[in-house]
């Protein structure tokens, strides 16, 4: 079934990340461990634990060069993230995402 | 000055029930636990011979040569033992007895004053009496906060956890993250799990309106 369905394979695709990144919290009972994971889609949007996961991997991945060439600004306390044509894709206003970001880049 | 003078000053400044209350704040706080009807509002005490109604209570105690300060250890005191404690209950007659030994011990209880003293305290720094009653699940607490908090009258939230986010320091203000573009976000971050194609698919179905999440 899922071979076919876009939203189960987006899903397992978020399940797979979330394994790969996110905080694994497990359950350990006596014969069985339940791992315990978000539910990716909430009210039909994503879930803010996911897309602040997403963002923080999107940033960890990104170079002074993307400031640069201004993929990504900072404005008000507000760091955008931008497409190519320079709409935003992401906005982050988490203060401590931020400071993880200026200090890894030594901004 | 001796030693052990000092020593004594110390311990008598360090308790929080050496700290005198101002007596508008005990007047304030005598009132908002005698007008509560979750607690001893509306009750009947019966002293000895004497049946006293709450309204009643402060000119009675008063009359026992009480001081602001004795007065509302007990009227704090009988509040805490018929809401909180659940060690007093009214009779048959449907009045609650007590005697005077009972009320002095409630007047010089050291546990009650210093208990009065850091509500004072917590009221002069500014905060609502509330969290006086909120572990009896104030209706005006849940009230006041807004329909996002999840504390309404239904919820399964005790009171309790009303008073342990209602601390002294400022709430910090809200951060939250936002995606316009979450098919993008997806595209950019998702690559080595499913295609773009794949990804676009999902995301015209999830988020119809051009990707606006």
Same mark, same amino acid.
């Given at each position: 079934m899922s071979g076919h369905d876009p939203i189960a394979k987006l899903e397992a695709a978020l399940k797979k990340f979330w394994n790969d990144y996110g905080r694994t919290n497990t359950v350990n009972a006596l014969h069985t461990e339940i791992v315990i994971e978000p539910k990716f889609f909430l009210n039909g949007k994503l879930n803010p634990e996911v897309e602040d996961l997403l963002i923080s991997v999107y940033l960890s991945h990104t170079t002074i060069d993307d400031v640069k060439k201004g993929k990504i600004s900072l404005r008000d306390g507000v760091l955008t993230v931008k497409d190519q044509r320079g709409k935003p894709v992401a906005e982050v206003r988490k203060v401590s995402m931020i400071q993880e970001f200026t200090s890894r880049l030594g901004l | 000055m001796d030693i052990t003078k000092q020593v004594q000053t110390y311990q008598l400044h360090s308790r929080v029930g050496a700290h005198p209350v101002p007596i508008g704040q005990l007047q304030? /706080? $005598?009132?908002?636990?005698?007008? *509560?009807?979750?607690?001893?509002?509306?009750? %009947? =005490?019966?002293?000895?011979? %004497?049946?006293?109604?709450?309204?009643?209570?402060?000119?009675?105690?008063?009359?026992?040569?009480?001081?602001p300060q004795q007065l509302t250890s007990v009227i704090y005191g009988l509040y805490k033992e018929v809401r909180e404690k659940g060690t007093l209950s009214p009779g048959a007659d449907n009045m609650i007895h007590l005697d005077e030994s009972k +009320? #002095? $011990?409630? $007047?010089?209880? *050291? $546990? /009650?004053?210093?208990?009065?003293?850091?509500? #004072? +305290?917590?009221?002069?720094?500014?905060?609502?009496? *509330?969290?006086? =009653?909120a572990r009896s699940g104030s209706p005006k607490r849940a009230a006041n906060l807004p329909p996002s908090v999840p504390y309404g009258i239904n919820s399964n939230h005790t009171a309790d956890t009303i008073v342990a986010s209602d601390s002294d320091a400022p709430a910090p203000a809200a951060e939250h993250n936002s995606v316009p573009q979450p098919k993008a976000l997806l595209s950019s971050v998702l690559g080595a799990y499913i295609s773009k194609a794949d990804i676009s698919e999902a995301c015209n179905i999830l988020f119809p309106e051009g990707g606006i999440a």
């Open positions: - | 304030q /706080i $005598a009132t908002a636990l005698l007008s *509560d009807a979750r607690g001893i509002g509306g009750l %009947t =005490f019966s002293v000895g011979k %004497t049946a006293v109604t709450t309204q009643e209570l402060p000119q009675f105690l008063a009359s026992l040569k009480m001081n +009320l #002095a $011990a409630l $007047a010089k209880s *050291d $546990a /009650i004053q210093s208990e009065l003293s850091l509500r #004072a +305290l917590s009221m002069q720094r500014g905060k609502s009496i *509330d969290p006086l =009653f």
